[in-house]
C-alpha cells in the first residue's frame, strides 16, 4: 500500500460536501449568472449551452480589454453598468425568462427584492424553500455585492475593473452554532476561490442590499418552466407581506 493510500484512509475525511446538491463549475469572466443557471441545468439534466451563450441572451457586456476578449469567441463590449460590467438582467430585454425562452431552456425564474427581505424572517424563508425533496425544491441563488461580502475578491481577475455584483447559489443552511449567527453554505462559481463557502447570514442581506432592487439584489429563484397562466407575476414576496414597489427587472 502506498503512503499516499495509507494516508487516504487514514483520515477518512470527505474530499466534498456529502450533502453538496450542485457539481461546482468555473465561471468565465463576468459570467457568474450564466456559470450558476448551468449549474441548476446540471442539477436537473438539462442539457447546457455554453455560457458565452447563455450570458450573451442576458446581456453580457466586457471591458473594452483585448486581453479580456480575447477569451471569449465573440463578446460584446461596451461601458460597463451601474453594476459594473457582465450581464445586464435589471434590463427587460435581458430578463433571465426572457433568455429561457430564446434559448429553449424549460426554466423559469421569480425575483425576491432584497426590500422584501428582513433579517429576523429570511432564515425561515430559507428553510420553507430547501424543505421537501431535492429534486421538488427550488434553486436559490443570491445577487449581491461581491466586494461587499468578500474584501479580497479585489485581488481576483476583474477585481479592478468596477465588477459589483455576483451571484452564488445556496448549497444548505448551515446549521445552528451557540454564539454564532445563522450562516449559509455557497457554491461559488468565481475563479480562484473554494468553491464551497461557509458566509454569515446577516452579512450576505447587507451585500444583497447593497445592489438594491432596481439592479436585481435579493434572490433569485429558479424552477422547471409551467405553464404561463402558473407563472404569476416576476417577483415574489416572503411569506404574505405585500410585494415591494420596486422597478420590474
Not at 447593497?210 to 416576476?234: N, Q, T
Request: proline share 10%; aromatic share 8%.
Amino acid at each position: 500500500m502506498s503512503w499516499f493510500s495509507s494516508s487516504l484512509q487514514e483520515v477518512e475525511r470527505p474530499v466534498v460536501p456529502k450533502d453538496t446538491k450542485y457539481v461546482p463549475l468555473v465561471q468565465q469572466e463576468y459570467c457568474s449568472a450564466p456559470a450558476c443557471i448551468s449549474m441548476v441545468m446540471l442539477r436537473r439534466g438539462i442539457s447546457l449551452v455554453p455560457q458565452e451563450l447563455l450570458g450573451h441572451a442576458m446581456g453580457l457586456t466586457l471591458p473594452f480589454d483585448k486581453e479580456i476578449t480575447s477569451r471569449f469567441y465573440n463578446g460584446h463590449v461596451g461601458p460597463a453598468s451601474t453594476i459594473g460590467y457582465g450581464v445586464r438582467v435589471h434590463e427587460p430585454e435581458f430578463h433571465p425568462n426572457a433568455a429561457f425562452q430564446k434559448l429553449n431552456i424549460p426554466l423559469h425564474f421569480q425575483f425576491v427584492p432584497v426590500s422584501a427581505l428582513k433579517s429576523e424572517e429570511l432564515l425561515s424563508f430559507l428553510d420553507e424553500l430547501t424543505a421537501g425533496p431535492a429534486e421538488d425544491a427550488k434553486d436559490i441563488l443570491f445577487c449581491f455585492s461581491q466586494r461587499m461580502l468578500s474584501p479580497a475578491s479585489l485581488l481576483l481577475p476583474g477585481g479592478d475593473r468596477g465588477v459589483q455584483a455576483h451571484v452564488c447559489l445556496l448549497d444548505r443552511v448551515e446549521p445552528p452554532v451557540p454564539g454564532v449567527g445563522w450562516r449559509v453554505r455557497l457554491v461559488d462559481p468565481a475563479v480562484g476561490v473554494p468553491k464551497w463557502r461557509i458566509c454569515d447570514g446577516r452579512q450576505l442581506l447587507l451585500s444583497m442590499q447593497a445592489i438594491g432592487d432596481d439592479l436585481m439584489g435579493g434572490i433569485w429563484l429558479i424552477h422547471k418552466r409551467v405553464r404561463r397562466r402558473e407563472h404569476g407575476s416576476g417577483s415574489t414576496p416572503i411569506a404574505a407581506a405585500p410585494p415591494p414597489q420596486a422597478t420590474p427587472p
